[in-house]
């Protein structure tokens, strides 16, 4: 079973404005992990926050982490057409496997 | 600097039949894990291979099976296909097994099982 989950499923916006998705996931973590997926492609790895993290920023992208409610947030800011996507956060299962949300799709109008 | 690689890129099967799936992982990186991913949903872990042994699975049938060489490269074998193994089956490699290393994904193996 999956741990994360993300919210909302689906989204679509326009060029310039920014996004926001939703994670939330069930078990303590060490760090929590976002993936972008262009469609039926690979996972390409976005951005790392350790849970004694509170924020991080990495370009237009800028992740913060409530270990409190167990949950995190990802926000692309300025979006662009290219990121059209889906997007997935991902933490740890036992000490080796990653788990997935079911992704939220990301569509961005030019 | 090869990323990791994946073959075949797409493949059909008959319900019943066996099919592997191979990885070749970053250079440089000695883990590999195997990842299914249904239409629609996020990836599933199937298992991991660190110094060819499997060291982590998930909740997956023994009809899943793996294998890591000395050079680091793996294979995912499937037995006994079902309609329900049809998926996305995606290889992701790393330098050691630390938690908190970065995992690289190849761009994944599509399997149709008719």
């Known amino acids: 079973s999956q741990q994360g989950e993300e919210d909302p499923q689906a989204l679509s916006i326009q060029e310039g404005e920014n996004a926001t998705m939703n994670c939330s996931y069930k078990?303590?973590?060490?760090?929590l992990q976002w993936y972008r997926q262009n469609s039926g492609r690979g996972l390409v790895h976005l951005i790392l926050?350790?849970?004694?993290?509170r924020e991080k920023h990495s370009g237009r992208l800028r992740v913060t982490l409530d270990t409190s409610k167990k949950s995190s947030s990802l926000l692309i800011t300025a979006s662009r057409a290219a990121d059209t996507a889906s997007y997935f956060c991902?933490?740890?299962?036992?000490?080796?496997?990653?788990?997935f949300g079911s992704g939220t799709r990301l569509q961005v109008q030019p | 600097d090869a990323g990791v690689t994946q073959s075949p890129t797409h493949l059909i099967k008959t319900r019943g039949q066996q099919v592997t799936l191979r990885c070749s992982p970053k250079?440089?990186?000695?883990?590999v894990s195997w990842y299914q991913q249904a239409l629609g949903q996020g990836p599933q872990f199937i298992f991991q291979?660190?110094?060819?042994?499997?060291?982590q699975r998930g909740n997956f049938p023994d009809r899943f099976s793996g294998h890591q060489f000395p050079n680091y490269s793996s294979e995912l074998n499937v037995n006994a296909l079902l309609l329900g193994d049809s998926a996305l089956y995606l290889c992701?490699?790393?330098?050691?097994?630390?938690?908190?290393?970065?995992?690289?994904f190849g761009e994944g193996s599509w399997l149709t099982v008719v």
């Open positions: 992701a490699s790393s330098l050691g097994h630390n938690p908190g290393n970065t995992m690289y």
């Open positions: 078990t303590s973590i060490n760090n």
């Open positions: 926050i350790r849970s004694n993290e």
């Open positions: 991902a933490s740890l299962w036992g000490r080796r496997a990653l788990t």
């Open positions: 250079s440089g990186h000695d883990t």
């Open positions: 291979y660190y110094e060819e042994e499997e060291r």
